[in-house]
């Protein structure tokens, strides 16, 4: 009997508005639940692309934006074929952070969306889209100490905020409260989940 693809669910959103807890959360239901499961968190820093994104969200390095959001992209190109071997042989991928969250920070620092769309065209493409929307104001209450060089700038982050609804709206992405607390968030991220694992709650 032929194993079932695995499918590739996306948890995305600005910066502290939950997406590294719901991740966690969700692999330990799925988990819990007999399926295998592996969490992606990007960027990927362990790698030589990841490296020079971390020293630029460090602000230790100034590229032309162009440039960062090719990195963001040719860093997920880096992982592609490992995660497409993952989901062949039937495990759950989940990622932190995938394709919106360079769209939505690209065009907020005034890209075309075009462009941004076509880095990333090809990539394994997500089952389901979770965008976790959450207030500037909330983003900095959860952090205000080093802050990367995303998270200092409110304004920059209220654009992505924006662009993060406008694009869900354009995607059909799923957009959920993350001011609601962390087990309220995990159930209607574990709601539709269900359905597209085929099980019931």
Known sequence: MKKRHGPLIVIDGIDQSGKRTQARLLAREIRRRGFSC???DFPVYKTILGQRLKAYLKGKERPDLHVVHLLYAANKWEVAERINGLRKKGVVVIANRYTPSNLAYGASHG???NWLTQLEAGL???THIFILDVPVKTSFGRKNRQRDVHEQDAAYLER???SYLRLAKQYNWAVIDGKSGATAVH???WSSVTKILGIKQ
Do not use: G
């Open 111 to 113: 890209l075309p969306l």
């Open 124 to 126: 394994p493409r997500p």
């Open 187 to 189: 159930r209607k991220i």
């Open 160 to 162: 992505v905020r924006k």
């Open 38 to 40: 592996v969490i992606w």
